[in-house]
């Protein structure tokens, strides 16, 4: 899926918006109404969604993170500031799953809260789920995959910290996990490698997420 020059440019005033926090919600009570276009960043714990929210809205600490995993513990909505939008994004940063240092019972509710949320939210339009390109898919990864696979949720994976792998390694990620992807109908065949800490791969996210908001008014 190549991006024109003009489609790169609409991605990047998509995201050049002021962005700003609009909920948290712990609990499948608490989520906000159903509004506009979802976009949600899941994956395991510490693989960079919030880093990656940040880097793809240009604000360093929109989104909260850490160096040690289970930073994020609610699902947060953020949404960029222009009132007058009919139908406007938003882009969810999830808690991360997988994460086995946690209380056992937190888990739980984070993983059930997780899977409730990516199964039964009607604007939720895509879910990009992120993998470390150092590690590939998990089989955590895979239990998410066939949730959104079951609820016919649209995904996409995006690589992660493209940034710590050299390009022969990256390759061959990117090759093993759209192999894997292959079997899985609710998944987009393309994967977008990125890092927060270079800006690879945002321009292309961007624009993906552009192509998707024209698509959908
Ligand atoms: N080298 C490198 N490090 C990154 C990148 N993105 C995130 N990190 C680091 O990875 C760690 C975790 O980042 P977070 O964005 O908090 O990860 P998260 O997925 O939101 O984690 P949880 O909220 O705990 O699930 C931090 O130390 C980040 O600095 C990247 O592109 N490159
Ligand atoms: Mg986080």
Redesign the pocket.
Known sequence: MPFSPAEIEAGRKLFAADWQFVAAAGTLERLPPMRGVEIAFA??????????INALTSRKAL??????????QELIFFAAAKPSDPKPLFLV?M??YG?AQAAKDKVADWTALIHAYLSGRANLARVYV?IDARHGLKDTDEAVLETLGVAAVSYQVVL?????VKPAALEQTIAATAATLSKRAAAFPEIIA?????GTGLPELRAAIARLMKERS
């Open positions: 994956g395991r714990s510490n693989v960079g969604k919030s880093s990656l989104a909260r993170t850490s160096h040690t995993p289970g930073r994020t940063d808690p991360g994460y992120l992660t910290k493209a940034d710590q990125t890092s927060a800490r270079t």
